[in-house]
T-cell receptor
């Protein structure tokens, strides 16, 4: 069964304090790994897709990386506006469905 | 482009009542999805439609029905609402095998 585990459940950072969020996955064959950001009361917002081990994607202060067993979302010098829940999801080859983790709640204090 | 839109934004139902959640997308996407999101459970797939005219069950389909009305619209119906269906419901759409785009959600309470 395809499974996604995200850690930590919650993370509190000071502004400028860099850190990483982890997404561990088991899937029969990886078609893609997706990162989303979700603000309170809103729908998930797409950030990145990673397709193969070794791939990296960057957007502003965020950088996503992928290995055969896990993905990391690195946040460099975060700002309060980066506070949100970050969701990870995987799609198995040959399947339409995404399997989501339960997310990491990030709070960045000024 | 409005992206993915959902109506209503909020709804309160009594046990046994029925309702339909509406979803529309203007991105010409082939696939559409309905999820529910509950605290500590993550997003769980209820039903999806890979293309116009087809629908398939997801992880938690019991108590729900769907209709893919046309390429743009995908509705979710609760025939007899139960308190266990209290949740936030999200619709999403996707072109081919790329990322899914989500709507703003419908917050449903069943009393």
């Amino acid at each position: 069964e395809d499974q996604v585990t995200q850690s930590p459940e919650a993370l509190r950072l000071q502004e400028g304090e860099s850190s990483s969020l982890n997404c561990s996955y088991t899937v029969s064959g990886l078609r893609g790994l997706f990162w989303y950001r979700q603000d309170p009361g809103k729908g998930p917002e797409f950030l990145f897709t990673l397709y193969s081990a070794g791939e990296e994607k960057e957007k502003e202060r965020l950088k996503a990386t992928l290995t055969k067993k896990e993905s990391f979302l690195h946040i460099t010098a975060p700002k309060p506006e980066d506070s949100a829940t970050y969701l990870c999801a995987v799609q198995a080859t040959g399947f339409q469905k995404l399997v989501f983790g339960t997310g990491t709640r990030l709070l960045v204090s000024p | 482009n409005a992206g993915v839109t959902q109506t209503p934004k909020f709804q309160v139902l009594k046990t046994g009542q029925s309702m339909t959640l509406q979803c529309a997308q203007d991105m010409n996407h082939n696939s559409m999805y309905w999820y529910r999101q509950d605290p500590g459970m993550g997003l769980r797939l209820i039903y999806y439609s890979a293309s116009e005219g087809t629908t398939d069950k997801g992880e938690v389909p019991n108590g729900y029905n769907v209709s893919r009305l046309n390429k743009r619209e995908f509705s979710l119906r609760l025939e007899s609402a139960a308190p266990s269906q209290t949740s936030v419901y999200f619709c999403a759409s996707r072109k081919d095998s790329y990322e899914q785009y989500f709507g703003p959600g419908t917050r449903l309470t069943v009393t």
